[in-house]
């Protein structure tokens, strides 16, 4: 199963938790994005993100297919936020289930990695001083 999401509000770890979970899954991996205070020493204000939404949502779809396909995962989450996220607030969740642990960390690893490359959401870091685009892709 495959539960991609883009919102404007809140992710929540319990939910994605619980849509991987699977009494085969003999490894569950969850990565939780955070909004750091600082980025290369300068204080962040926040950040804000923006999607290219039904294009973002089929490359994220990909990624998953992709973790199904060469690690045999059972279920796969990816949820990202979009709008003006705070300190300490989360703009991705990915929650991986496989049969086995090493698999886990590995599928979802190349998850998050692939979706900073590859899916159109794009980040603003927001500072004191001033601003900046950061990770302009695809």
């Not at 990565?31 to 980025?39: D, E, L, S, W, Y």
């Not at 990915?94 to 599928?107: D, G, M, N």
């Not at 990695?113 to 685009?133: C, M, Q, S």
Request: charged content about 30%; aromatic content about 6%.
């Amino acid at each position: 199963m495959i539960d991609i999401q883009i919102k404007e509000t809140a992710l929540s770890t319990q939910e994605c938790e619980q849509t991987v979970a699977d009494d085969a899954a003999g490894g569950t991996v969850i990565f939780i994005g955070t909004v750091r205070n600082q980025t290369k020493g300068k204080k962040v204000v926040r950040l804000d993100f923006e999607s290219f939404v039904p294009m973002a949502k089929k490359e994220m779809l990909k990624i998953a297919q992709e973790v199904e396909k060469r690690w045999g995962a059972l279920h796969v989450a990816i949820h990202h936020r979009v709008g003006s996220l705070d300190i300490g607030e989360l703009p991705v969740i990915i929650a991986v289930a496989t049969p086995h642990r090493k698999a886990a960390f590995e599928a979802c690893e190349y998850a998050i990695d692939t979706l900073k490359k590859t899916v159109p959401i794009w980040k603003k870091e927001v500072f004191e001083d001033g601003e900046v685009w950061v990770a302009a892709h695809p």
